[in-house]
T-cell receptor, first 116, second 115 residues
Framework: DAGITQSPRHKVTETGTPVTLRCHQTENHRYMYWYRQDPGHGLRLIHYSYGVKDTDKGEVSDGYSVSRSKTEDFLLTLESATSSQTSVYFC???????????????FGPGTRLTVL | AQKVTQAQTEISVVEKEDVTLDCVYETRDTTYYLFWYKQPPSGELVFLIRRNSFDEQNEISGRYSWNFQKSTSSFNFTITASQVVDSAVYFCALSDDSGYSTLTFGKGTMLLVSP
């Protein structure tokens, strides 16, 4: 199994509060991703990173920011959480970072976030 | 824009039945990659298979088989002799050749296998 951990695994917070989710990998992979999973929507890409300090937006990036100061950590921040951000958040890593090859993504265990 | 359609929201079968999960995709890329993931009730996402657009050979892995047809933009997944442990949500996903490996997922098909 890919060495990916997410913390916290569960969180309940109130509307308007900041929340940071952490993804940590021990594989030294260059590419990391954040997705959210909602009923009826499958998984949707929020942000991704292709190296330290290199990030880009995905399909549903509004209301989220990310940071990657170290290869092993990718942080997802909700600056002011809203009820619409109640979801299950998955982090993923990709085996290799090449501009000519798409590689398989492996997922962390997920974080269940509830915004009241 | 890429799109993945899994028209079957939920499928119920009895153990030992064969079941096929459908996946239809849309892309303008000539090179792309298709994936299937399994999400059991415990919630984790498990990688099952990856297929490149230039490799249309069908693949079999134990009770699992995959039928990739570019002519119909489909990448269907068949479980032979289903078992209760196959009960899960199955996601089909599509990646382009940009090098960033971002995935576009279908909405998933929930498979319920009863004893």
């Amino acid at each position: 199994d890919a060495g990916i951990t997410q913390s916290p695994r569960h969180k309940v917070t109130e509307t308007g509060t900041p929340v940071t989710l952490r993804c940590h990998q021990t594989e030294n992979h260059r590419y990391m991703y954040w997705y959210r999973q909602d009923p009826g929507h499958g998984l949707r890409l929020i942000h991704y990173s292709y190296g330290v300090k290199d990030t880009d937006k995905g399909e549903v990036s509004d209301g989220y920011s990310v940071s990657r100061s170290k290869t092993e950590d990718f942080l997802l921040t909700l600056e002011s959480a809203t009820s619409s951000q109640t979801s299950v958040y998955f982090c993923a890593i990709s085996e290799r970072g090449s501009r000519t090859i798409t590689d398989t993504q492996y997922f962390g265990p997920g974080t269940r976030l509830t915004v009241l | 824009a890429q799109k993945v359609t899994q028209a079957q929201t939920e499928i119920s079968v009895v153990e030992k039945e064969d079941v096929t999960l459908d996946c239809v995709y849309e892309t303008r890329d000539t090179t792309y990659y298709l994936f299937w993931y399994k999400q059991p009730p415990s919630g984790e996402l498990v990688f099952l298979i990856r297929r490149n657009s230039f490799d249309e050979q069908n693949e079999i892995s134990g009770r699992y088989s995959w039928n990739f047809q570019k002519s119909t933009s489909s990448f269907n997944f068949t479980i032979t002799a289903s078992q209760v442990v196959d009960s899960a949500v199955y996601f089909c996903a599509l990646s382009d050749d940009s090098g960033y490996s971002t995935l576009t997922f279908g909405k998933g098909t929930m498979l319920l296998v009863s004893p």
